[in-house]
């Protein structure tokens, strides 16, 4: 383990490992100061971020942040490190790829060159140059980065702005559940997946979500795909049955233990993922997984300390569980930022900096990133605090976000966007829903050649028979 200092104003900081640089170069978040791994103060967080910049990327290869002998995660990470794509960058220290980065998001090529060297990067070097950039270079970067992923709809392509229809009921009543699909889809959101947090774990009770979505979705012919957010194991057994499972979803983080909690191994999601590929339900693209992360889970199960036992900040475990996500080729990956609460991150201002830092890594490391915007009605946050993230996601080509009716979520109890805010979104930054989508909704009269959405009237529009139903 390396150690570092670094004078401040006539004040030498001393910081053991790069877990510790990380930590302490970070922003201030609530969540690192529970772990215990936070700055202690202005002067000792600009100390660490210096030396942050100056560390050459290859000790991040030499220098594991979570061990590598006891976390299978880090095994996955480094034993498939692109050494090729690694070149263009490997004379680099941290500063140096920020610096690279912010010229070449720049570059009539951009998209190319990021891309070439996405598989040399590893998660922890894109947290640590997160941890250099501002907003603003967090927008520039990922919108240069163009990452695509197909099932039934193509989710990524330049100018476009997908949604998650989350039609939660805490029930699970059918009726509730149709009612708020059909009023999102009059909205014109469901692109990148109808998606349902069960509220019970009964696979009965997903079987019949599944087959209630796949019912609506043919009935109409919409370009889309479903999924029921049940356990991996759940799903997998679903699939085994006969039932119509478009994605399989399943949350991860950034190290062994963490993914232990949620009662997850690699193989088993390995195994989801072939099983769902072999079924082949797609018609424009293979890509099966839906993934879910969130700053904070790591710590939230006692599972985030790494080398030497120090704690990682939730960043750089966050940006792990991406390293984990891009082995599997997901059709969809979002992180929920502001989910778990004020513990992890406090208000509007840190929720709004970690979902862009979080979008950031994702699109750095090839991922079809989306995102929860979204807090918990104890945070220091409102309305205004996810207009402002929803609008700087949509300039940094954020490929979907999620909604719920009304922007209330009455079965997991958190405020996330509404239909109407991405269309307002959409409006305002000239975005569009995914092709195949925004093409369904102009041949069923929901929308004009021009995209825009037009008056439905429930007496007569397309889903008439459900709504009298």
């Not at 693209?285 to 036992?309: C, F, P, R, W």
């Amino acid at each position: 383990m390396t150690t570092y200092h670094q004078q401040v104003a006539g004040t030498t900081y001393t910081f053991h490992g790069l877990v510790e640089v990380l930590a302490k170069a970070g922003p201030r978040r609530s969540g690192d100061e529970l772990a215990g791994c936070a700055a202690q103060s202005d002067a000792e967080r600009a100390a660490a971020l210096w030396v942050l910049a100056d560390v050459p990327l290859d000790r991040f290869l030499e220098e594991p942040v979570v061990p590598y002998d006891s976390d299978d995660v880090t095994r996955l990470i480094l034993d498939r490190h692109d050494r090729q794509a690694f070149a263009t960058l490997s004379a680099l220290t941290v500063g140096g790829l920020r610096d690279w980065l912010l010229s070449t998001a720049a570059a009539p090529d951009a998209a190319d060159l990021l891309s070439r060297v996405s598989r040399g990067l590893t998660p922890e070097m894109v947290a640590a140059v997160s941890k250099t950039m501002r907003n603003q270079d967090l927008v520039a970067v990922a919108r240069a980065t163009q990452v695509t992923s197909a099932f039934r709809t193509t989710i990524g392509t330049p100018g476009t702005l997908a949604t998650r229809l989350q039609p939660n009921h805490p029930t699970d009543d059918p009726r509730g559940i149709a009612a708020a699909t059909v009023d999102g889809l009059l909205l014109g959101c469901g692109d990148a997946v109808i998606g349902v947090n069960p509220a019970t774990d009964s696979p009965q009770a997903a079987a019949d979500l599944l087959h209630l979505l796949d019912d609506v979705r043919q009935r109409y012919a919409i370009p889309t795909q479903s999924c029921v957010l049940s356990h991996v194991t759940t799903t997998i057994e679903l699939m085994e049955r006969g039932a119509p499972v478009d994605l399989v979803f399943q949350s991860i983080a950034g190290t062994q233990g963490a993914n232990e909690s949620f009662g997850i191994t690699l193989p088993m999601l390995f195994e989801a993922d072939e099983a769902a590929r072999a079924m082949s339900r797609g018609t424009v693209g293979d890509n099966v997984m839906y993934l879910e992360t969130g700053q904070g889970s790591a710590l939230s199960a006692a599972a985030h300390l790494g080398t030497d036992g120090r704690p990682v900040d939730q960043q750089t475990l966050e940006a792990r569980a991406y390293g984990l996500a891009r082995e599997l080729a997901p059709f969809l990956v979002n992180t929920v930022v502001g989910f778990i609460g004020p513990e992890y991150l406090r208000d509007g201002r840190q929720i709004i900096r970690a979902g862009l830092e979080d979008h950031f890594c994702g699109r750095l490391l090839a991922l079809p990133m989306g995102v929860d915007i979204c807090y918990t009605n104890h945070a220091e946050a409102d309305h205004d605090d996810t207009d402002t993230l929803l609008l700087l996601l949509g300039a940094a080509g954020c490929a979907f976000v999620i909604t719920v009716p009304g922007a209330d979520d009455v079965m997991l109890g958190y405020q996330s966007l509404s239909f109407h805010d991405v269309l307002t979104a959409r409006q305002v930054l000239g975005l569009a829903p995914a092709p195949e989508f925004a093409a369904w909704l102009t041949s069923t009269g929901l929308a004009d050649r021009t995209g825009r959405l037009l008056p439905a009237d429930p007496a007569t529009g397309p889903f008439h028979p459900l709504m009298n139903a």
